[in-house]
């Protein structure tokens, strides 16, 4: 397995954010996991374009980027096999604020799935298992902006 090129998407309702829901095996052990929303870059794409991209595609959404946070490298194992990403964060926002009082959003591409607001507070606190590896510092620091 080969390094990932990734780009997510921070999308923030008051005190929850917006990741897609997972259930299985994961670097932490077995159960339920959560992401941002977001995939991999596409060779000749800009990695804001592959947030707007993703959300399009996944949720049938449209976003609009509001800044670049940070750059995550997540290294991580799981059943034995090593995985290595490099991740471009964005803020980001509905461009339709009414999408903001749905509680879920059902995959149209792909996976059968959902994304769901999860309290910030299970991130911060580790309650909740979310990835990339060091979301949580990133979040808390920015918030604290």
Known sequence: MGVKVKALGLLIRGDDILVEAYHGPHSKGMGDYYRPLGGT??????????VVREFKEELGLDITIDTYITCIENIFTIDHELGHEIIQLYAVSFTDSSLYNNEEYYFIEGIDGVAKWLPIKDV?????????????????TFLEK
């Open 124 to 140: 911060l606190s580790g309650v909740s298992t979310v990835y990339p590896d060091g979301i949580e510092s990133v979040l808390k």
């Open 41 to 50: 870059i596409e060779v000749g794409e800009r990695s804001h374009e592959t």
